[in-house]
């Protein structure tokens, strides 16, 4: 048996790891006349500093980032822009900090789940065949996966968020923390609905023990699941969000997105 041992050099892509891919080929035993199946390659790890890899995925999928963005830093988002940033800038910016893909402004509404609305019912017929849906801040909090590669390789497999967690408190949100502050502030309009009412509202249906929810509002979807659902529900969605900066429906939405993107 022969091994070969070959590397690629690769550095546009993914310039924050450390790490070299190499590809060992390993060809097959040849017994008489018997020819066995050749091997599939192996990816390894090895310390080197070059970054080598295969056909990436964000070389050759169809995908797109979608951010809601209003006064983040972007600096995370410059490997992927060009080919596939869609920015929806709700601060007082008039330009994009760098050449992307797409920059629009909106109305300062309805936090990030107006924003993701807005994506699908006005490109709905034109989706990506992978969208990620991201706030400003990329995904850099504990509840999104690592980078934008995790959530195309994630969603390729129904995979949608980071955080599986299961969601059955149908009445008002219990609302603690920076949220509870936001309230007594008046900060954070609450809801006329409660939570099932609202998802009855959405759905059409009466709402069911539990939901899955993926926080902090990073998930990413095949455009087939998104598709699943027709134009008239998202259209139906941002129909209930209030016109305000920041409504207690976002936070319904946030509790809805995985039941929403995942394979019916």
């Not at 022969?2 to 017994?31: E, I």
């Not at 410059?78 to 596939?84: C, E, T």
């Not at 902090?216 to 969605?237: D, I, M, T, V, W």
Request: net charge positive; with cysteine; glycine share 4%.
């Amino acid at each position: 048996m022969f091994v070969f041992v070959f590397t690629v050099p690769y550095r546009q892509l993914r310039p924050k790891f450390g790490f070299t891919l190499k590809v060992v080929l390993q060809t097959p035993t040849v017994s008489n006349a018997v020819h066995k199946t050749a091997a599939k390659p192996v990816l390894r790890k090895t310390t080197s500093p070059q970054i080598v890899t295969m056909t990436p995925l964000t070389q050759t999928l169809d995908y797109e980032i979608v951010v809601a963005h209003y006064n983040e830093p972007l600096d995370w988002l410059r490997p992927y822009a060009k080919r596939a940033g869609h920015v929806y800038h709700k601060g007082s910016n008039t330009s994009a900090p760098f050449d992307m893909k797409k920059w629009e402004r909106l109305p300062n509404t309805g936090r990030e789940a107006h924003t993701y609305l807005h994506h699908i019912v006005n490109y709905y017929d034109n989706l990506a065949n992978v969208t990620v849906f991201l706030q400003g801040h990329g995904p850099q909090t504990k509840d999104c996966f690592a980078d934008v590669e995790e959530f195309l390789e994630k969603a390729m497999r129904n995979d949608f968020c980071c955080q599986h967690k299961s969601y059955a408190n149908w009445g008002r949100i219990k609302h603690n923390g920076k949220y509870l502050q936001e309230v007594r502030a008046g900060k954070l309009r609450l809801a006329n609905l409660t939570f099932a009412d609202f998802y009855s509202a959405l759905f059409g249906e009466e709402h069911p023990k539990s939901v899955p929810m993926c926080w902090s509002g990073c998930f990413s979807a095949l455009r087939e699941n998104l598709c699943k659902r027709p134009l008239s529900f998202y259209q139906r969605g941002l129909s209930l969000m209030p016109n305000d900066t920041n409504p207690e429906e976002a936070h319904y939405f946030e509790r809805l997105w995985a039941t929403i993107v995942k394979k019916h």
